[in-house]
């Protein structure tokens, strides 16, 4: 379980992440040289190489850090083969992912390597959207997978995310590619992490915190907690919602006959996009998570705040 962070209240710099990439190393087409190359091209400040059972090592360049990674196989709780993502691992996996490791134990092999460790793609993988336990050592899981979209329509999971807030766990949620076709499946999600410095420690330590927010498109420029109310300064935007658990929250849609519930447009690009906005947060909530999708579709979505 993780301690509350709140990005858009600290210092720092923010970095774009691409948390989520194989390499020939396992079932990437491009070799790792050429993932790095791709990804710093593509404009990315961070690229976690995540090969299968393996982890995979680059040189950073001035532009882009590269964080040996991997993705281990793993039990999940009714037999289920999960995959876990393990970020900045010390060690190669490849001989403990051969003991079949249930959930537990792989979060626990990646905390004991120095590593941080969410789930990836839990709707895909076909895991319970209600009753799914974590632990206390994964940090969060992907709320948005774009290979798993790309290909079979499930790369969504903010059901499973929601069900685990709502059950009162603290996990935060990472938007990524899963590129294993980079320039097809490569540069559709990723992470604005906000750190102090551009270090695989300082990304690592955001990845531990919530100090991040997710996207496929839409940018968020401030997000301030007020009493009973939150406020957001974003790109321009279709739809701002605050999603605070089973049947509360609050949402503005732009235009003229844009649907109103519990919040306010405080500003618009123009008729059909909100680039500011307030939203009730209502009394009693546990959590408070925002959601923004733009005029192509496109989403953000940023960590819960717990009151
Ligand atoms: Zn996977
Ligand atoms: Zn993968």
């Not at 210092?11 to 070799?31: F, I, K, N, P």
């Not at 790792?32 to 982890?55: G, K, M, N, Q």
């Not at 839990?122 to 899981?141: E, F, M, Q, R």
């Amino acid at each position: 379980m993780a301690a509350n962070s709140n990005p858009f209240a600290a210092t720092g710099t923010w970095v774009r992440c691409a948390l989520h990439a194989h390499t020939t190393r396992s079932d990437g087409e491009l070799s790792p040289e050429e993932l790095v190359s791709h990804y710093e091209r593509a404009d990315f400040d961070v690229l976690a190489i995540t090969d299968h059972w393996v982890r995979t090592e680059a040189h950073s360049t001035d532009r882009l850090l590269v964080i040996p990674s991997s993705e281990l196989s793993c039990l999940l709780p009714g037999e289920a083969d999960g995959h876990l993502l393990a970020f900045g691992i010390d060690e190669d996996p490849l001989d403990f992912v051969r003991t079949a490791p249930d959930l537990a134990a792989a979060s626990a092999w990646v905390g004991e390597h120095g590593g941080v460790a969410y789930l990836a793609h839990p709707y895909w993988t076909g895991a319970p959207a209600s009753g799914l336990s974590l632990g206390d050592g994964v940090a969060g899981l992907e709320v948005y997978n774009a290979g798993c979209e790309l290909e079979v329509g499930r790369g969504l999971s903010t059901v499973h995310w929601d069900d685990l807030l709502e059950r009162g766990g603290r996990y935060f949620g990472i938007a990524t590619d899963d590129s294993h076709h980079a320039d097809f499946d490569s540069d559709f999600a990723w992470v604005w992490a906000r750190v102090a410095e551009r270090s695989r420690a300082a990304v690592l330590d955001a990845l531990a915190t919530g100090s991040f927010y997710s996207s496929t498109g839409p940018l968020v420029h401030e997000l301030r907690v007020e009493d009973g109310s939150v406020e957001v300064l974003c790109s321009p935007c279709q739809r701002v919602t605050l999603c605070t658990g089973r049947r509360r929250g609050s949402s503005v849609s732009a235009g003229r006959f844009g649907y109103r519930y519990a919040g306010e447009i405080l500003s618009e690009a123009n008729e059909e996009e909100i680039t500011h906005a307030r939203l009730e947060w209502p009394a009693g909530s546990l959590y408070g998570r925002l959601e923004l999708v733009d005029s192509y579709g496109r989403k953000a979505w940023t960590n819960p705040l717990w009151t």
